[in-house]
């Protein structure tokens, strides 16, 4: 995609150096070959445990995006996904329909980049942790020992995991938790939803922990955990800035509402937004510093 071009080439020692990561990547995966596709045999007996894996993580996903009564309001207060649907960019727009709310009309790279943008990062790890931990309640044929033992011989089950793993230390709930306390107007529904997000994030943590055998997360892979590190201390101010202007934004649209006056539309005329465009800047802002847009 565009953005990853920019990113990645457009720069001369920035291209080098991706393309160094490139050869050696390849070059490893093909030394390392003969012994992968040993390794890599789906052996029957694990594919039907992903088969009830899977199954289980699937039902608590659907259990909170479409059994939640409330999971839609929640998350167009909770994510800036109205403000995202006003960014000039993209081919297609956010929604299939135009004056939809379903979650269903809603393109996949808007779902994800807003959870992203709001630091849940929700859509790459929820369901992970509810799937393990009744999986191993629920089936004595499998133990943590099994999962263990799937993760050092199992390439698929060790890119699933380790996606997981990236998504979870990327997110941050201590920021998320902000964004729901400051733009989610009904307490009650804020606190259901939310108890079920934190509590899948911590099961999701502790599962990824036990399967990896690290202290904490991506322990084993430190040049990512350090990247994150390094960028989070500035990333986190815009992301408090985000919700502020949010919140006046939306503020001032209620108003309007109120005063039955159409509120102010990208391209209505040529007098800037100063307030939509510094939102837009910080959403931005936040893509460019989390390295992600989904």
């Known amino acids: 995609q565009g953005e990853v071009i920019s990113s990645k080439y457009s720069l001369h020692g920035i291209a080098v150096r991706n393309f160094e990561r490139l050869v050696s990547a390849v070059t490893l995966s093909s030394l390392r070959e003969p012994d992968q596709r040993v390794k890599g045999i789906d052996k029957p007996e694990w594919l039907s445990l992903m088969d009830s894996l899977s ?91 099994t999962l263990k033992e799937l993760y050092e011989t199992w390439p698929f089950f060790t890119g699933l995991v380790k996606k997981v793993e990236t998504s979870l230390a990327i997110a941050d709930m201590k920021i998320a938790s902000y964004y729901a306390d400051n733009l989610v107007n009904e307490s009650s529904m804020k606190e259901r939803i939310m108890g079920r997000i934190l509590s899948d994030y911590d099961s999701s943590h ?66 800037p937004d100063q307030l939509l465009d510094t939102v837009l800047m910080a959403i931005n802002g936040v893509a460019e510093g989390l390295q992600s847009t989904g």
Do not use: H, M
């Not at 289980?56 to 839609?72: M, P, Q, T």
């Not at 309007?256 to 509120?263: G, I, V």
């Open 206 to 271: 502790q599962a990824v922990l036990k399967i990896t055998g690290q202290s904490y997360l991506l322990e084993n892979t430190e040049f990512l955990r350090r990247s994150i590190d390094l960028r989070n201390p500035y990333v986190d101010p815009l992301s408090y800035l985000q919700v502020k202007f949010i919140r006046l934004l939306r503020e001032r649209l209620s108003q309007s509402a109120d005063q039955q006056e159409r509120p102010v539309q990208p391209g209505d005329s040529a007098t």
């Open 55 to 145: 199954e289980i993580a699937l039902n608590e996903y659907r259990s909170l995006v479409y059994g939640e009564k409330d999971f839609v309001r929640f998350f167009q207060e909770c994510t800036p996904i109205q403000e995202i649907s006003k960014l000039r960019l993209g081919s297609r727009p956010a929604r299939r329909n135009k004056n939809s709310t379903s979650i269903s009309d809603l393109r996949a790279i808007p779902w994800v980049f807003a959870w992203t943008q709001s630091r849940f990062l929700l859509p790459g790890w929820y369901g992970f942790g509810s799937a393990v931990t009744k999986l191993l309640e629920s089936d004595t044929k499998y133990d943590i020992n």
